[in-house]
């Protein structure tokens, strides 16, 4: 069975899993839907580790053999793996399934774009991403990333928790009583953004090296490295501002949305709008 088939079935598990997810805010009495939300969005990133693997694979059989992180096509699947991977983990510890409707839509969106958007052929890699540097940098950008996309997606609940708990006539048996409480999801967009800024911080400081390794100095200013300074810059004021000012809830919740916006955007926007160092990227 060739990657993209089984890109294609992860493509469709995760789109069950986030239809179960929401049929779980509907159909509150019956805990089945989330319990198969979760179980779908395992399955689907078990076959999508396996569909990672059978790509790398592909490129030895293809005489090429490098780790299927080279493209925007690979990227954009890795990341929607790092994704899936941080909600499950949370999941487990948390049991929060109703998150799942937040998170899984942006694992599902990725995987619909690089299947139905993006050419997927496996290419040669350029001599720049010819380095052992290329795991290390890209693993620890994406787990950061996909931290951030968690911590996006719980603070998008906050907010709608939030309005419904200050409605004088809120409802228990509205679909929004279904979410964790609002202190819960402020607690958990926190500790989200506290495994996504050391992975991140990670994935800066691996791609310093790996550009003294490619092209003989650490720092540019190229615009990904540019960018990837004001991500890190809007997620450390975050968690000054929550450790020393107290910073929480609604001025936490939006901060968190920005700076997930700036990630996409040093992410996609600077690929695919700017040029530099990284374009190849694109």
């Known amino acids: 069975m060739t990657s993209s088939l089984l890109f294609n079935i992860t493509t469709i598990l995760y789109l069950a899993s986030m239809l179960a997810f929401l049929a779980s805010i509907v159909n509150r009495t019956k805990p089945f839907f989330g319990t198969a939300g979760s179980y779908l969005a395992y399955g689907g990133l078990l076959i999508q580790t396996i569909a990672i ?12 053999g490098h780790a299927p992180l080279s493209n925007l096509y690979e990227s954009v699947v890795f990341f929607s793996w790092t ?14 399934r109703v998150i799942g409707a937040f998170v899984m839509p942006f694992a599902l969106l990725g995987m619909a774009w690089a299947q139905l958007g993006m050419k997927s052929g496996i290419e040669p890699l ?4 010819q380095s052992n540097w290329l795991l290390y940098h890209v693993i620890t950008c994406f787990l950061g990333y996909a931290a951030f996309a968690v911590a996006c997606g719980i603070s998008i609940m906050y907010l709608i928790r ?7 006539d809120a409802s228990d048996q509205s679909i929004v009583a279904t979410f964790p409480g609002s202190k819960i999801l402020d607690d958990l967009n926190y500790k989200s953004i506290m495994v996504g800024f050391p992975l991140l911080t990670l994935g800066i400081v691996t ?36 450790i020393t000012r107290g910073w929480a ?3 936490a919740a939006w901060l968190s949305i920005i700076g997930f916006a700036a990630t996409i955007f040093c992410y996609l926007g600077v690929n695919l709008l700017l040029s530099g160092l990284h374009s190849y990227g694109g």
Request: hydrophobic share 45%.
């Open 207 to 242: 791609g310093a090296a790996w550009a003294n390794y490619a092209w003989g100095t650490y720092w540019s200013w190229d615009p990904k490295e540019t960018w990837s300074l004001i991500v890190w810059f809007i997620y450390a004021a975050f968690l000054h501002a929550r």
């Open 83 to 96: 994704i899936v991977l941080i909600y499950g983990l949370l999941d487990l510890k948390y049991r929060y």
């Open 162 to 168: 939030e309005n419904h708990e200050k409605l004088k």
């Open 53 to 64: 693997g059978r790509r790398w694979q592909e490129s030895y059989i293809l005489g090429i």
């Open 249 to 251: 809830g609604r001025r």
């Open 126 to 129: 350029v001599p720049a991403l």
